[in-house]
């Protein structure tokens, strides 16, 4: 029995233990707000966080679908010293092109005829904190001309506005490619790309980092642990991962990333019978670094990531968020029961 338990400390870890920023929303910090690994990139991530706490300038982060943008982007907010208002996350993704600009700037009441209540917009609502915009290239790009300047000037105009406001706010733009490749491909507008240049923070794929496979896995089976605890009110059985596993996870591709591993982390030790996750456990095959997932998988895999985002943009309302998925209420928390997802963790 020489697993890797859930109780192992990885070795590189920030967020998890500094207090919140005198001022600050007590709702910013969640538990589980840690960036895990020993790998030279995550190293460096670290230091730019630390970089990014003691300015207010804007700042950009780059890596793949299931990796921790919005982790590192709540990690620069917390590690700030002058934050004072709240963190908020939105996916342009899902957002009508035709309300982006009501969401982020806001409007005056009867601007959009569609939408005639006045609204107080991401960035004013967040003025003193910070507003991640993930898939930032998903906005139009008149809006993104809009939001170049006003980056550069340190005001916003409201819909339907004349005057304009102060921009009291860190911007947060993310996506799974990077800067300059969002920018060279015509994606991006190159003004708005110059104001979040300052600092990009870049995450590598974690297939390119397999030294940190293990200390996530340590993290993602206490996370777990946890939620089955709180669900069945006693401990899972399982408290680590056979050698066999280990390797096993080591040597997958692990194309969702992070997210993946926590998922696959999360369904093995549902299905563990004995003190230790096993191999099979992890359902990732022999050779699972160069498999295709099956049908039955992908399309789990794409239900968990699309009703994460869904949530994310609702703040964990789920009311609302079966609206935009159009599903009934009731359908739609079976399919969070089904994926094991708590939607407190969006609110």
């Known amino acids: 029995m020489s697993g890797l338990a859930p109780s192992a400390e990885p070795r590189a870890q920030i967020g998890g233990a500094s207090p919140l920023p005198k001022g600050s929303s007590g709702a910013t910090r969640r538990r589980g707000d840690r960036l895990v690994g020993s790998s030279r990139a995550i190293q460096r991530a670290i230091e730019q966080i630390s970089v990014a706490g003691r300015g207010r300038f804007h700042v950009f982060v780059s890596a793949e679908d299931g990796a921790e943008k919005e982790l590192i982007a709540r990690l620069v907010h917390q590690a700030s010293d002058w934050t004072t208002g709240d963190f908020f996350a939105l996916d342009a993704s899902l957002v009508p092109e035709t309300l982006l600009a009501r969401e982020l700037l806001g409007c005056e009441r009867g601007a959009l005829p569609s939408l005639p209540t006045e609204s107080v917009g991401a960035f004013a609502r967040n003025a003193g904190g910070t507003v991640l915009i993930d898939r930032i290239e998903a906005i139009p790009r008149d809006l993104q001309r809009v939001l170049g300047v006003a980056l550069g000037e340190g005001q916003i105009r409201r819909v339907g506005a004349s005057a304009t406001t102060p921009l009291d706010c860190r911007v947060i733009g993310s996506s799974i490619e990077s800067l300059d490749s969002l920018v060279q491909s015509g ?14 923070i870049r995450i590598p794929a974690l297939r390119d980092r397999r030294e940190d496979v293990l200390p996530l896995a340590s993290r993602a089976l206490t996370q777990a642990s946890e939620e089955i ?70 399309k789990r895999a ?44 969006f609110r």
């Open 229 to 298: 605890e709180r669900e069945l009110g006693r401990p899972a059985s399982a408290r680590g991962f056979t050698r066999e596993a280990q390797q096993r996870m080591q040597d997958y591709g692990w194309p969702g990333n992070e997210r993946e591993l926590l998922e696959r982390v999360r369904a093995a030790l549902r299905m563990a019978r004995g003190e230790e996750i096993d191999a099979d456990d992890l359902q990732l095959g022999s050779e699972a670094s160069d498999e295709v997932p099956s049908f039955r998988d992908a």
């Open 302 to 345: 794409f239900e968990r990531d699309y009703v994460g985002r869904v949530l994310r943009l609702c703040g964990g309302n789920i009311s609302r968020a079966a609206r935009i998925a159009k599903k009934d209420r009731k359908d739609f928390y079976d399919v969070l029961r089904r994926n094991g997802i708590d939607p407190d963790e």
């Open 187 to 200: 994606k991006l507008d190159p003004d708005l790309g110059e104001r979040l240049r300052l600092l990009e």
